[in-house]
């Protein structure tokens, strides 16, 4: 458990094995409040991700580009 006592906490060695577990390359976390918007972790094989919209426009102004 994490401090808060509300989530767990890892290291890269636990992100590598679950990769290697499950054949698979990157992890991707989402709705984690991350300063830039996005955090990589694990020699970039977690990311995090802030993803929602009206949360995330409380905090930047941004141009969204949708592919």
């Not at 906490?9 to 991350?34: A, E, N, R, W, Y």
């Not at 905090?59 to 949708?66: D, E």
Request: aromatic letters at 14%; glycine letters at 8%; a negative charge.
């Amino acid at each position: 458990m994490n401090d808060r006592g509300v989530s767990r906490t890892f290291g890269p060695d636990k992100v590598s094995g679950s990769l290697k577990k499950h054949d698979m390359d990157l992890i991707c976390h989402l709705h984690q409040v991350v300063g830039d918007g996005d955090e990589f972790f694990a020699d970039k094989h977690l990311v995090t991700i802030f993803s929602h919209l009206s949360e995330l426009l409380n905090f930047y102004y941004c141009h969204f580009l949708y592919l």
